[in-house]
């Protein structure tokens, strides 16, 4: 029964380790030496209906429809830490600091939808360096031409809370009409 234990935890080790290495981290993943954000959201909306919501995001901006969907640019989106939960010394400098810009896709299908962020950018204080020019991302949290996650990076205080601010704000929200 030991044994047993043993493997089970050892596998578990083994797999949170090999995916921290992999090409995904979270609603991140490395793609053509690029990280891209991508999450697919479960919500029956349409094109219109999201039009109408991003455009009264004050990080939304240049929004275009297509056919399919949506794209805009995403600008200077800050991660609210505490609302995650975590402290400020747990927190790296640059997500405490940072803000992240991007271009945004939004494609549109039954009963779904997913946003897709290419192209992001930081600006902040990295620790041992003030970005105040827009910066690309990958260069930061990948290493080996954009083919693994740098060691600092894919941690749920990095990337998992950059993850959790960028699908807070561009995740679809209802508004309530109470009048």
Known sequence: MKQALFF?????????????????????????????????????????????????????????????????????????????????????????SGKFSGKATVGVKDGRYRVTVKSIQLTGNIGYKMITKKESLTTYASKNSATEWAQDFCLPSTLGLLDKAFSDKLQFKKVKDDW
């Open 8 to 96: 089970l935890l050892l596998a578990g080790q083994i797999s949170f380790f090999a995916n921290a290495q992999g090409v995904t981290c979270g609603n991140f993943k490395l793609a053509d030496q690029e990280i891209i954000y991508q999450q697919v959201f479960q919500d029956t909306v349409t094109i219109p209906l999201l039009e109408k919501y991003y455009k009264s995001l004050p990080t939304v901006s240049n929004i275009v429809a297509t056919p399919d969907g949506l794209q805009f640019d995403v600008n200077d989106i800050t991660v609210d830490y505490k609302k995650f939960q975590f402290s400020q010394n747990n927190t790296p400098l640059i997500i405490q």
